[in-house]
C-alpha cells in the first residue's frame, strides 16, 4: 500500500443522498470537510460521483460529473479544499456494469449464454455487464482511472470486484499504478477467499465483510466465541494484506439499527479501532444514525439521507457517539502500526473478552448483565468496555 493509506480513516460518504435536495452537493460536502478533519478522518471515499440513471452505479459517462452532483469545477474544488485539510479523495470505480443507455459498442458488453440479451447485474435489468475480456473495456477503465488520478483523486474503491474476474485489475492496474505510484486500489469482496483475491487481482485491499458481520452478530448474540474467530481469520489476512474494515457503508442496514441493545455500539466501534485493517466511518454512523435496509425498489434511502446545512443542524443525541469515535480514532493514532497490528484474545467468554493489539492497546469487552473481573486487569462494568493503552 502507499505510506498514506496505512495511517488513512476514511470517512465514507454517498454523495447523492448526502447533498440530496441541494442545488450543488459536491460544494455542499466540501462545506463538511472540517467536520471530517475533527472526527479524525484523513480520507474522503466517495460514492458515485459519475454521470448516471438514477442512484449512480448506472453509469452513463465514467468522464463526467453527476450533474445532479454539479460540475468538474465543483470537483475540482472539493479536491482543492480536501488537500488544503491533508485529506484525500477516493473515488467509486463502477466498473462492473454500467446502465442500459451507457454509449458503448455491442462488443463491450457481455452476453447471456444461449441468449441474444445481455448479461446482467445480480438480474438488475438496468445494470448491464461489462464483457472484462474485450480490450477495449480494459483499455476504457484505464483511460478513466487515470483521468481523475490527475485530477486528484487518490485511489478507488471498485465496486463489485468481486464479479469482475481478478486477471482483469491485474492487467490495468501496473499501468495505472506507474503512472500513480501513490494511488491505493481496494475492491468490494463480499463473500470468498479474500487473500487470494488480493493475490490475483494486484489490489491493495479488499472489504471485510467477516469482521463486519462478526462484529454485530457476536454483540446480539452475546457470543463473543464468534468475534474471536473472525479475528483469527482477520490476523491471517493480515499477513498477507490490510483489510479495509467498516460497521457499516452505504450497502447495509445501519450500526445503530443493526445492534439490539443500544449499549454495544461502543464495543462495536471499540473493535472496529484497535483490530488491524484500513478503517472508515459511514457518514451519519458517527452520529447514530439509524437506517433499515430493504429488499425493494427505494430500499437503500433510509441508509443514505441528506445531511444537514451545518454540523449545528445535527440531532443533540448524537455527539456523545461522535466524541467516542474522536476517542476510539485518537488511540488508534497514538499507536504505530495499528493497520497491520495482529489482535490476540487472552481472556474469552460467551460475554466478556480482552482483545491485546500487538500496537499496544488491549480491549476489554463486557456484554453480560454482571459485573466482570478479568484476571490481574481489573473489573469492567456490565455492558462495558475499555480500552488500556500502553505508554
Known sequence: MPPWAEHAIFWHVYPLGFG???????????GWLDYAVELGCSAIMLGP????????????????IDPRLG???DFDHLVEQARDRGLRIVLDGVFNHVARSFPAGERWLRRRPGSGDYETFEGHHHLVVLDHAEPAVREHVTAVMDHWLGRGAAGWRLDAAYAVPAGFWAQVLPGVRERHPDAWFSGEVIHGDYADYVERSGLDSVTQYELWKAIWSSL?????????????????????????????NHDVTRLATRLDDPRHLGHALAVLFTVGGVPSVYYGDEQAFQGLKEEREGGDDAIRPAFPDTPAGLAPHGWPVYRTHQRLIGARRRHKGAASARTTVEHLSGTAAVLRSDAGMTLLLNVGDEPHRFPGIGEVPPHGWEIIEEK
Open 220 to 248: 446480539n448474540d452475546r457470543n463473543l466465541f464468534e468475534l474471536a474467530w473472525a479475528l483469527d481469520r482477520h490476523n491471517r489476512m493480515l499477513e498477507t494484506f490490510t483489510p479495509q474494515t467498516f460497521a457499516g
Open 49 to 64: 460521483i459519475f454521470a448516471s440513471e438514477t442512484h449512480g452505479y448506472d453509469t452513463v459517462d465514467h468522464f463526467s
Open 71 to 73: 460540475d468538474e469545477r
Open 20 to 30: 440530496a435536495g441541494r442545488p450543488r452537493p459536491l460544494r455542499h460536502l466540501a
